[in-house]
T-cell receptor, first 113, second 111 residues
């Protein structure tokens, strides 16, 4: 089975721009979670989607949003980028909502200049 | 508020030695405690996990020790190898809700 794929792998943007990241979960997995990873902060939970509905949301500003499509693929969007948004954005898929075993993709490295 | 606190931030161990990473949590409702291993350029991968109804779980060279009363759990890597050099994250979740991760431990195993 193919693993979790994330595109693009690297992005460079400037402050004020917006960005869209994509995640394709493992085939058959219906839940997708997004995390922001920065040095010293570890992984910070952004949100979880299941069956096209946001199930949980972390403590991030409204500039961070996401959605899930009927094929379980998910996108996250960050508007009005700030320097502090530079991070590795990870997507994880689980078979069902609240599934214990999360499978992570390789991440998208976002650099904001 | 950091729900899961992890220490140390970095660890250097000789080949063949024991690596020990500790985590402490606040919320007694947490019911699932996984450890993840992350290599540079890769996403975290599940290494081993435990539920609070057992005090220890062993898989190969990796062991989780769980102390419910102290709200602590730890990862022990026996006979540490240079290939174990990676960043390790502990995490906790409850009732299938969001995961809370520790800040990570960078492990270096020197030959």
């Amino acid at each position: 089975k193919a693993g979790v794929t994330q595109t693009p792998r690297y992005l460079i943007k400037t402050r004020g721009q917006q960005v869209t990241l994509s995640c394709s979960p493992i085939s058959g997995h219906r839940s997708v979670s997004w995390y922001q990873q920065t040095p010293g902060q570890g992984l910070q939970f952004l949100f979880e989607y299941f069956s096209e509905t946001q199930r949980n949301k972390g403590n991030f500003p409204g500039r961070f949003s996401g959605r899930q499509f009927s094929n379980s693929r998910s996108e996250m969007n960050v508007s009005t980028l700030e320097l502090g948004d530079s991070a590795l954005y990870l997507c994880a898929s689980t078979l069902l909502a609240g599934g214990d075993t999360q499978y992570f993709g390789p991440g998208t490295r976002l650099t904001v200049l | 508020q950091q729900q899961v606190k992890q220490s140390p931030q970095s660890l250097i161990v000789q080949k063949g030695g024991i690596s020990i990473i500790n985590c402490a949590y606040e919320n007694t409702a947490f019911d699932y405690f996984p450890w993840y291993q992350q290599f540079p350029g890769k996403g975290p991968a599940l290494l081993i996990a435990i539920r609070p109804d057992v005090s220890e779980k062993k898989e190969g060279r990796f062991t989780i020790s769980f102390n419910k009363s102290a709200k602590q759990f730890s990862l022990h890597i026996m006979d540490s190898q240079p290939g174990d050099s990676a960043t390790y994250f502990c995490a906790a979740s409850m009732l299938g809700n969001q995961f809370y991760f520790g800040t990570g431990t960078s492990l270096t195993v020197i030959p």
